[in-house]
């Protein structure tokens, strides 16, 4: 697809005809299950303070949190409970020593209690190579990391000065030479972001040649100065250009594992299942314990309550493994 019929089809050309294909796409390559990632979200205490997010370390209306190991190992042993595929670890940034083991421990625990059987991606942000090393010795196989947006220039306007986009971009590289199933993603609808700019992000995500991706609708958290800056698109609109990002994504990388986002649920109550019917085939229900889920506010109206999964095709019991991964392994 030319860089034109991108942008044309966010535009919305021909939803139809694009969702048609995406569909056929994805049940060619892929078929038609939804793979599971139960999401723990271990710890809302975050070293960052990107301009856009709810749990940025200079908001203080939050009441910081971290589970301890043995919830943890709760949501871990409910994960295993339910036949889920696999878990996500996912926590705001920390680099601290005591962070870094604690995960070790988890996942040491994960491989243990589940017999090696438990798929464990992780979600913790920028990280030293010896980081990613370790947690990948001790069983993570993947590892999300979102470039938020492929311009520079925007980058630069939702994060406070000195973060870099180039740095984020060399974590990313440091994930692949640690081995991981690398994903990444963006948001949709950020202020200062246009049309083009959603296309140059599918296109860069092409380019990089990513495994997964989870990228969802821009949502303001009104205590982050970012929600100060309008966006061009309305809430509708963002839902809109989030199902044509994931059925134009399916088309341009049609092996690779793509996730309905929360986010996107969020602004459609059924977000979820538009989002697979277009070409996503992951979901990760939230198995954070109650205690602390009502803590872990990336953006307003984060819903708390637990999906039906009885509505989906699931996959119980599998990885749900990037195909596009292991076509580049061997
Ligand atoms: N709206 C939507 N997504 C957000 N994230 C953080 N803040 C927001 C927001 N206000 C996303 C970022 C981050 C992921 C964990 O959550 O993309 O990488």
New binding site residues.
């Given amino acids: 697809m030319t860089k034109q019929e991108v942008v044309d089809h966010l535009y919305g050309l021909d939803d139809e005809l694009l969702f048609a294909k995406s569909e056929q796409v994805k049940s060619l390559n892929i078929g038609s299950k939804v793979y599971l990632r139960g999401l723990i979200e271990i710890s809302n205490i975050c070293i960052k303070d990107?301009l856009?997010?709810?749990i940025r370390k200079s908001n203080s209306n939050v009441d910081r949190y971290q589970l301890t190991f043995k919830e943890v190992c709760q949501s871990i042993d409910f994960a295993i409970g339910k036949n889920f595929g696999s878990v996500v670890i996912?926590a705001g940034e920390r680099s601290d020593e005591a962070f870094i083991l604690l995960i070790k421990r988890c996942l040491k625990y994960a491989k243990e209690k589940s017999e090696g059987r438990m798929g464990i991606t992780l979600?913790l942000g920028e990280q030293e190579q010896s980081v990613y090393d370790l947690w990948k010795n001790e069983g993570a196989h993947r590892y999300?990391?979102?470039i938020?947006s492929s311009s520079n220039e925007i980058y630069n306007k939702i994060h406070p000065e000195g973060y870099s986009w180039n740095a984020r971009l060399e974590a990313i590289e440091r994930l692949r030479k640690a081995g991981y199933q690398v994903g990444t993603?963006?948001?949709i609808g950020l202020p200062f972001q246009t049309i083009d700019d959603l296309a140059d992000d599918l296109l860069f995500m092409q380019r990089l040649d990513i495994d997964m991706c989870?990228m969802?609708?821009?949502?303001?958290?009104f205590d982050?100065p970012?929600s100060k800056f309008e966006s061009q698109f309305t809430h509708k609109e963002r839902v809109a250009l989030t199902l044509r990002m994931i059925a134009l994504l399916r088309i341009l990388m049609p092996k690779i594992n793509i996730a309905s986002t929360t986010?996107l649920q969020t602004l459609d109550n059924q977000g979820f299942k538009k989002g697979l019917t277009v070409g996503a085939n992951i979901m990760m229900p939230n198995i954070t314990p109650d205690v602390a889920r009502k803590n872990y506010n990336?953006?307003?109206n984060k819903p708390y309550s637990t999906i039906d999964l009885s509505q989906f095709d699931v996959a119980y019991g599998e990885w749900g493994d990037s195909i596009h991964y292991s076509l580049k392994s061997f």
């Fill in positions: 990107c856009y997010c709810g996912q979600s999300l990391l979102r938020e993603g963006v948001m989870g969802g609708p821009y949502i303001e958290h982050t970012l986010a990336l953006y307003q």
